[in-house]
């Protein structure tokens, strides 16, 4: 299994909602991220987890909270979200994330509406 | 604070016309720089980045640092190359690396 898989493909909630999105890999890799994409514009990243910790969070709004519970899986709980989070979010993972160049393996995104 | 340019939003060219999409950046040390790409309804996909010097596709990429620009080239466009492309620079912050995108040029290839 060479892919970052998302799940789900598409969220609506409204804003007293709590949702999540799932990030599934299975080809080893020790570091995972998220990123938000809005439309017409290029991924911003959130959140970096570097073999199972976390190790950069880029001011993320705490309704905002992600989790790895295992090296496969990647978690981003939302919680009292607002309209403005409406995006694509993005899950990628890259083998070892620290030290050197490596590249990003990017997962299909799950599209967000907050209504 | 290190940024990722990419001047033009929108590039059209004619199959067979070169093509050359545009990027500089700027950074404080040694700049490690990709080229991602997005094909429509497909995911962000690494096309090819600077160390390895490679020729993806038919896309050549070559780091200038006196110009501070890494412009991503290919002689004959083909239909099939348009796409969303993002240049992008690897910032490294404690030991973790992240990546700096660029705005994104839309390629169409004109038939």
């Known amino acids: 299994d060479t892919e970052v898989t998302q799940t789900p493909k598409h969220l609506v909630m409204g804003m007293t909602n709590k949702k999540s999105l799932k990030c599934e890999q299975h080809?080893?890799?020790?570091?995972m991220y998220w990123y938000k994409q809005k439309a017409k514009k290029p991924p911003e990243l959130m959140f970096v987890?570097?073999?199972?910790?976390?190790?950069i969070n880029e001011s993320v709004p705490s309704r905002f909270s992600p989790e790895c519970p295992n090296s496969s899986l990647l978690n981003l709980h939302l919680h009292a979200l607002q309209p403005e989070d409406s995006a694509l979010y993005l899950c990628?993972?890259?083998?070892?994330?620290?030290?050197?160049?490596?590249?990003?393996?990017f997962g299909p995104g799950t599209r967000l509406l907050v209504l | 604070a290190q940024r990722v340019t990419q001047p033009e939003k929108l590039l059209s060219v004619f199959k067979g016309a070169p093509v050359e999409l545009k990027c500089n950046y700027s950074?404080?040390?040694?700049?490690?720089l990709f080229w991602y790409v997005q094909y429509s309804r497909q995911r962000l996909q690494l096309l090819l980045r600077?160390?390895s010097r490679e020729s993806i596709k038919g896309f050549t990429a070559d780091l200038n640092k006196g110009e501070t620009s890494f412009h991503l080239k290919k002689p004959f466009a083909q239909e099939e190359d348009s796409a969303m492309y993002y240049c992008?620079?690897?910032?490294?912050?404690?030991?973790?690396?992240?990546?700096?995108f660029g705005t994104g040029t839309r390629l169409k290839v004109l038939a």
């Open positions: 600077h160390i």
């Open positions: 992008a620079l690897v910032e490294t912050t404690s030991g973790t690396y992240k990546y700096i």
């Open positions: 080809m080893g890799h020790r570091a």
């Open positions: 950074y404080s040390g040694s700049p490690e």
């Open positions: 990628a993972s890259s083998p070892r994330g620290t030290g050197g160049l490596e590249t990003q393996y």
């Open positions: 987890y570097s073999y199972e910790k976390l190790s």
